[in-house]
């Protein structure tokens, strides 16, 4: 551990990642800033072409270089990632930073055995023999609560369940102790009951790794669950970064409000129906212009002078709390507080 | 249970695929069970929803009763007809009453059909001409489900996913059903427009009175919808009742692991009951002997591992909430975790 409390270990800093198609530009990720500390969970919410996933390749460094351009910094434990040579990256990814990714069935070789892969990944960062990998991977299984792991290191993807293919990439993941966990919705796939196995798992691993996460889903349930703090993103931007409490319980951001209020609840109302967010996610080649969010904004109007559709609403973080929005704070507890509380 | 003939009388259904051998002589060396004895009625008007875990046979549910699926034993009556080994012509009407909605609105619409053609298809294959000709029955449609009716002669891909599936919801209104089987609609939507899609759906079930069997996974969206829901597990439903007798007061061990697995977006004070299932749902080739659930249940005994319990009302459970349990939950809800996280101990 080099880095003192004071220092994030991650600190992303104006992220743009932009892809040149036959269409035009399209500005997946459009300057996104975030810090993380270690054994902290960071939950990244936002829809499908939300940019979180963008976002997370940027960090690890698999975008192709020749269609993508990546401007800003992602500093990782003090050292610069964006523009660091291949050779570095590919010695950091598995050993220092690792992800899991939301198919593990897509995500693992069929044609090699589940301790092989594991293996791999272990003799390549650190030399070790194939026994000892071998050995390793058994501790690894066990680790994540494969039964007889010393006879399932033998198997093939095909034959474990979804829920044990994903604990055997959270091993292949951990193999290293990486600092940095990235995890990719990785139980969206997953039934309920065996989604909430693989959290508690990660939870625990966290717990004795002192692992950082960025967890990326589209489940607000999810978040709640997992994270310490909580970055909801839409349109390719961060609009509210906040403690998971405070997100949940008091949105600043219209769109976070709008996710939370048309999402059913488990004992909410039944007769009445659900307030969704009119419209639908914007195109990222022809983003609307200011905030992101204003054609779907029932509040926009409430803003004089169109400021919303004209002019981007910065994002200011304050002890690491804050939106990017026009509405005044009078506005938003007018209009924000009162009809979550109603929902909730 | 009221005593008019229900819409749809579904009783003892069964469904096994069977699993063939290999090369060279094919014979069947076993079966996927895939749906096992299945006991459920759908008023007219009213949403049944239908919730369970991946491989609990809840699509082949939706399928059987819509006979896309013919069933191996058990019957399926509607309106007063049995329709389970019912031919293609005898078929003929009752299909135009029993439509489908389906997941995957990018695979549900051919692509090479505009939207005028893929909404009044249906009208077209039954050789039904409604007043003012299928185009003006079609913008109507369209008006109905929230688009614009300019949008006739336009392509699937010209959509979002969102208004992809309210296009599937006027396709499946085209004939006026009195019965939709709506198999998971809105889980492969964005969660801002999954709400709009479930408003839709019951704005159509209000105001046209059509019985829906909605089948889904998220526990939250399927109360919301359906007054009455069915719990389904390997096959069998272990759970039915109306949605407040289910939700507030479940009664099989199952059920409540299912809820008190669903993470909610709310950060409470106090931590919510939490049930730890270990382990997988097993293979319905093989499936355990007696309650299917015992398996993976902290109360199940040697009674559990002999006797499959009937689906019934348990002692006091409202009248229509049944269950499928030898040792029913009495108390309203469980306190702490009771299993044992280290997956070791169960295997």
Same mark, same amino acid.
């Given at each position: ?102 198919? &593990?069935? &897509? ?27 071998? &050995? ?39 193999? %290293? ?34 692992? &950082? ?83 779907? %904004? ?47 | ?7 749809l009388?579904v009783s003892g259904l069964t469904k096994h695929f ?9 014979? =069947?060396?076993?079966?996927?069970q895939a749906v096992d004895g299945l006991d459920f009625q759908v ?5 049944l929803g239908l919730v369970g875990?991946?491989g609990c046979g809840k699509s082949t549910t939706g399928r059987l009763i819509t006979r896309l699926l013919e069933p191996t034993?058990g019957?399926i =009556? ?6 389970s ?13 029993i439509?489908m ?78 019965l939709?089987v709506a198999d998971e ?27 829906f069997v909605f089948i889904a996974h ?12 069915a719990v389904m597990y390997l096959g069998k439903i272990?759970?039915i ?43 319905p ?44 939950? =009495? ?17």
């Open positions: 551990m080099t880095s003192t409390d004071s220092q994030p270990f991650l600190s992303v800093k104006d992220l743009k990642v932009h892809f040149s198609t036959e269409d035009g530009v399209v500005k997946a990720v459009d300057g996104l800033s975030f810090d993380l500390v270690r054994g902290k969970t960071l939950g990244i919410v936002g829809e499908s072409g939300s940019g979180k996933s963008v976002t997370n390749l940027a960090i690890l460094g698999l975008h192709n270089p020749d269609s993508t351009a990546i401007d800003g910094s992602i500093e990782l434990d003090g050292e610069e990632l964006n523009g660091a040579p291949e050779k570095r990256l590919e010695h950091l990814r598995g050993n220092k930073m690792a992800m899991i990714f939301q198919d &593990a069935l &897509a995500s693992l070789s069929p044609y090699h055995t589940i301790g092989t892969q594991i293996g791999e990944v272990y003799r390549k960062h650190t030399g070790a023999s194939k026994a000892e990998s071998r &050995a390793r991977a058994i501790e690894m299984l066990k680790r994540v609560g494969i039964p007889q792991p010393d006879r399932r290191v033998d198997s093939y993807p095909h034959e474990f369940s979804g829920g044990m293919r994903q604990r055997a990439m959270i091993a292949m993941a951990l193999v %290293c102790d990486p600092e940095l966990l990235i995890a990719d919705e990785p139980t969206t796939a997953l039934d309920v009951t065996v989604q909430a196995q693989i959290m508690d798992l990660l939870k625990d691993l966290q717990r004795e790794f002192g692992t &950082a996460i960025i967890f990326i889903t589209h489940d607000l349930g999810v978040i709640a669950d997992i994270a310490d703090d909580v970055l909801v993103m839409y349109g390719g931007r961060c609009v509210e970064r906040g403690p998971k409490a405070e997100v949940l319980r008091t949105p600043q951001h219209p769109y976070t409000f709008g996710l939370l209020g048309s999402m059913p609840s488990l004992d909410g109302p039944v007769d009445v129906p659900l307030n969704p967010i009119p419209g639908s996610p914007p195109s990222l080649l022809n983003p609307p212009t200011g905030c992101r969010f204003h054609p779907r %904004c029932a509040f926009a109007e409430k803003v004089p002078d169109g400021r919303c559709a004209k002019e981007r609403p910065l994002l200011e973080i304050v002890d690491g709390r804050g939106s990017a929005c026009h509405l005044t704070d009078e506005q938003r507890r007018e209009y924000l507080t009162d009809t979550a509380a109603k929902a909730h | 249970m009221s005593d008019t003939t229900p819409l009388d069977p699993i063939k051998g290999g090369f060279p002589i094919r014979r =069947t060396v076993g079966a996927v008023a007219e008007g009213e949403s875990e991946s034993a019957t =009556t509607y309106r007063g007809q049995d329709i080994h019912a031919n293609r012509k005898e078929l003929a009407p009752i299909r135009s009453e439509q909605i389906f997941q995957d609105p990018y695979a549900s619409l051919n692509p090479r059909h505009t939207v005028g053609k893929i909404i009044s298809g249906p009208m077209e294959i039954n050789g039904i001409n409604p007043p003012g000709g299928r185009e003006k029955r079609v913008r109507e449609l369209l008006e109905i489900v929230g688009l614009n009716p300019e949008h006739y002669n336009r392509f699937p891909h010209e959509f979002s996913g969102g208004q992809r599936q309210r296009i599937g919801v006027a396709r499946a209104l085209a004939l006026e059903p009195k939709i609609p809105v889980s492969a939507l964005d969660v801002s427009i999954q709400a709009q899609v479930v408003n839709l759906l019951q704005k159509v079930q209000r105001e046209l009175g059509i019985a998220d526990l939250a969206i399927v109360r919301h919808f359906s007054q009455r829901v272990v759970e009742g109306d949605r407040e007798d289910l939700y507030d007061n479940p009664r099989h061990p199952y059920t409540r692991a299912l809820l008190s697995a669903v993470p909610e977006a709310t950060v409470d004070e106090e931590p919510r009951e939490r049930i730890r299932l270990t382990g997988d749902v097993p293979s080739i093989n499936p355990p002997s007696g309650c299917r659930f015992r398996t993976r249940c902290w109360k199940a005994t040697e009674k559990c591992a002999t006797e499959a319990p009937p689906l019934v009302q348990a002692e006091g459970n409202k009248p229509g909430h049944l269950t499928a349990c030898h040792y029913p939950e =009495t108390e309203p809800t469980i306190p702490a975790p009771r299993l044992s996280k280290d997956p070791e101990a169960a295997a």
